[in-house]
């Protein structure tokens, strides 16, 4: 099946450091990525959506110069967190998608786990 | 608003079939039925998806209702690597968006 990879799978930083995430679809072009945030004990929350070459879009509440998403091919899509503060601690996951078709089946990163100081 | 309604938690038998519940009684026609589930500390993995039919794949069977205002995610012979958060989720495939609610903890115990 399609394989999703994150790196790093987990890391720690200083409060005002910028921590940047990729995400990889190893064997498939993906047009499309999304980004999650998922805190202890709670369900996914979707971030934002980015398509190769474009602007990401952004979920309500989300900060768009916090969160920097760049999609600049088709297999890979990076997330910055921008001055991490202790807030930002959380476990975040990207999924992409090859289909332009009937459905959406996604397919997801092993998550990357960040904890900021 | 959620879309889906799932029970908290269930448990289940190891061997035995986990019948997994859904109501989601306001989907519109072209809204797809999809369910992933996460194991602990892991990214979602897609299982099923259908729209009308009941599908099957090597996984799961989906069984959705002539009204489709319900479905039943069926893992046959359920193993302890099957302990996960299940989620069912209705989307429009063109949105490509995936909400995902709270979800049922499925514990199969030996």
């Known amino acids: 099946g399609a394989v999703v990879s994150q790196h790093p799978s987990w890391v720690i930083c200083k409060s005002g450091t910028s921590v940047k995430i990729e995400c990889r679809s190893l064997?498939?072009?993906?047009?499309?990525m999304f980004w999650y945030r998922q805190f202890p004990k709670q369900s996914l929350m979707l971030m934002a959506t980015?398509?190769?070459?474009?602007?990401?879009?952004?979920e309500q509440g989300v900060e768009k110069d916090k969160f920097l998403i760049n999609h600049a091919s088709l297999t890979l899509s990076t997330l910055t967190v921008t001055s991490a503060h202790p807030e930002d601690s959380s476990f975040y996951i990207c999924s992409a998608t090859p289909f332009l078709g009937s459905y959406n089946e996604q397919f997801f990163g092993p998550g990357t786990r960040l904890t900021v100081l | 608003d959620a879309k889906t309604t799932q029970p908290p938690s269930m448990d289940c038998a190891e061997g035995r079939a986990a019948n997994l519940p859904c109501n989601h009684s306001?989907?519109?026609?072209?809204?797809?039925v999809y369910w992933y589930r996460q194991i602990h500390s892991q990214g979602p993995q897609y299982i099923i998806h259908?729209?009308?039919n009941n599908e099957t794949n090597e996984m799961a069977s989906l069984i959705i209702t002539e009204d489709r205002k319900s479905s039943t995610l069926i893992l046959p012979h359920a193993t302890l690597r099957d302990t996960a958060v299940y989620y069912c989720?209705?989307?429009?495939?063109?949105?490509?968006?995936?909400?995902f609610g709270a979800g049922t903890t499925v514990t199969v115990r030996a």
């Open positions: 980015s398509n190769e070459g474009s602007k990401a879009t952004y």
């Open positions: 306001t989907i519109s026609g072209n809204e797809y």
């Open positions: 064997d498939f072009q993906a047009t499309t």
């Open positions: 989720i209705v989307s429009d495939p063109n949105d490509y968006k995936l909400s």
């Open positions: 259908g729209l009308k």
